[in-house]
């Protein structure tokens, strides 16, 4: 077993990542969206705010969401902030990082814009930090050892990933009707997948089953689901002494994916808020367990960073 505390940042690492992809897309679709009605602008944009858990603004535009969400490096869940955190974690992790993925990260982070945005440049930028994203995950994938330290940051990016597609799907009930689906199936990257494997036959229920139970999309929750226990299957191998934390982390995600892949497909859509809100929870659940039984820290610290200047 590593170190407590480069388990924790390449745990940590992970997580900013892929939250700063799954941003990225989450403010392409919402965009997209506006495109096609922007009467709702308002109240589209205070429910994406909502999702995301940033509170505190009134009557919210687009440029406020590109603000708070994109480039506000005061805003711990802007892109700018989890690309900023994920240096900094990967820069207390070095040892362990191959020189490739470390230069992604620092280039990467050296490239964020400086200063504010339109909407004009908005999709360019988006369209950049979801690239550099899966830049990330291709380096790493072929150039790291599949040790611990691998497990720690796929266990990470796996949890980020279920929980944040959970969002987008809420975002489908939040804004209310089957239009929207198309719009999340897109933002997921999934839209063309969900074609070929629907035939074509577009409606709530399906692109739902979709996003939430195929584990064959590798951007479902179900998948996230499956490999997030695969990661911690592993790591509960190679560490002797574990204090059964990772069994009981273990045993929530099993319920969840029991929970979602027998509930009936209806129910699931005319319940989302709450199906969705459920993911959320034990994620978190999950990532503290693993804070506990891993980490030198005795509680957990979410988006604190060590100051990137």
Excluded at 225 to 246: E, F, I, T
């Amino acid at each position: 077993m590593i170190l407590s505390r480069i388990a924790e940042s390449m745990f940590w690492v992970g997580r900013y990542v892929e939250r700063a992809e799954d941003t990225a897309r989450l403010l392409q679709t919402h965009l997209r969206l506006l495109v096609e009605d922007s009467s709702t602008e308002i109240q589209a944009s205070a429910n994406l705010l909502a999702l995301m858990s940033v509170e505190g603004v009134e009557d919210p535009t687009h440029t406020d969401l590109l603000r708070l969400l994109a480039y506000d490096r005061r805003e711990p869940s802007s892109i700018f902030s989890c690309w900023a955190a994920a240096r900094d974690n990967a820069r207390r992790a070095r040892e362990v990082i191959p020189l490739d993925l470390w230069e992604c990260i620092n280039t990467t982070w050296h490239q964020l814009p400086s200063g504010g945005f339109g909407v004009a440049r908005a999709n360019g930028f988006l369209n950049w930090a979801r690239e550099r994203s899966a830049l990330f995950g291709g380096i790493a994938r072929g150039t790291m050892v599949r040790d611990d330290g691998w497990q720690f940051l796929s266990l990470g990016r796996c949890l980020e990933q279920a929980d944040m597609t959970s969002r987008l799907v809420a975002s489908a009930s939040v804004s209310g009707g089957a239009s929207q689906w198309p719009s999340v199936l897109r933002g997921c990257g999934g839209h063309d997948a969900f074609l070929r494997t629907y035939r074509g036959v577009h409606n709530d229920a399906s692109a739902a089953e979709f996003l939430i139970r195929d584990a064959r999309f590798p951007r479902s929750i179900m998948h996230g689901l499956d490999a997030a226990s695969d990661c911690l299957a592993k790591l509960a191998v190679s560490d002797a002494a574990g204090s059964g934390r990772d069994l009981q982390a273990r045993r929530q995600l099993g319920q969840l994916r029991s929970r979602l892949e027998y509930a009936d497909i209806d129910d699931l859509v005319a319940h989302l808020d709450e199906e969705m809100g459920a993911v959320q929870d034990v994620t978190a659940s999950v990532s503290e367990l693993v804070t506990r039984q891993y980490f030198a820290a005795g509680d957990q610290h979410l988006w604190v960073t060590e100051g990137t200047r």
